[in-house]
């Protein structure tokens, strides 16, 4: 979050725009990563975010960077998004009463990918933040809306509870950074320009 809070004015319409331009690309990365790989579903919630972001626009105040206000805008939709999702899937299974649910295969989505998905969202965008993109304990704390002095013990439980979802306990494997989340220009692979 590279953005200084200062240069943004509440209720500017063109500072919104530059926010938007500027922290779109790192919000869908974190999204897909807190999302377990689901780019459109990060993509939604990351709309769905600006769109609330916008709303709000005139009541922010800079007390804390405008990049680490709208990740916690996205955050928050993306705990709603994985809640809908646990509620479709409970229908679907309610539906089914008795046939077994069809299992991915081991390529459909990359290992860590899935891990994430299964974590709570907190601990998986913990791990994008640091891990991914590489913020500042208080970058993260702003994001995620807690006390910067728990961040650590926060994330070595959320680095504990991935390496047991991932059966690993290496930590290269657990921290690695992922070759791409997001393509760093994603209108080009719609064929918008």
Known sequence: ?????????????????????????????????VLGGDLAAAEDC???A?????????????????????????????????RREKLRHVDELVRRLGRPEPQAGPGDRGVVADALRRMPV???????????HGYSNREIAVALGVPETTLGSRLQTALRRLRQELGSTDI?????????????????????Q
């Not at 405008?66 to 955050?75: G, K, N, Q, Y």
């Not at 290269?172 to 918008?192: A, H, I, L, Y």
């Open 122 to 132: 907190e601990q998986a965008a913990l791990i994008v933040l640091r891990h991914h």
């Open 50 to 82: 600006f769109v609330k972001a916008y709303r709000a626009w005139p009541r922010w105040r800079p007390v804390a960077p405008a990049e680490a206000w709208v990740h916690r805008i996205a955050l928050n939709q993306a705990t709603s998004h994985r």
């Open 1 to 33: 979050m590279t953005s200084d809070s200062g240069s943004y004015r509440p209720g500017n319409d063109d500072d919104f725009n530059r926010l938007y331009r500027e922290s779109y690309r790192k919000v869908v990365g974190t999204l897909t990563g």
């Open 172 to 192: 290269d494997v657990v921290t690695s950074k992922p070759s791409r989340v997001v393509s760093p220009e994603p209108w080009k692979e719609r064929g918008e």
């Open 46 to 48: 990351a709309q769905e």
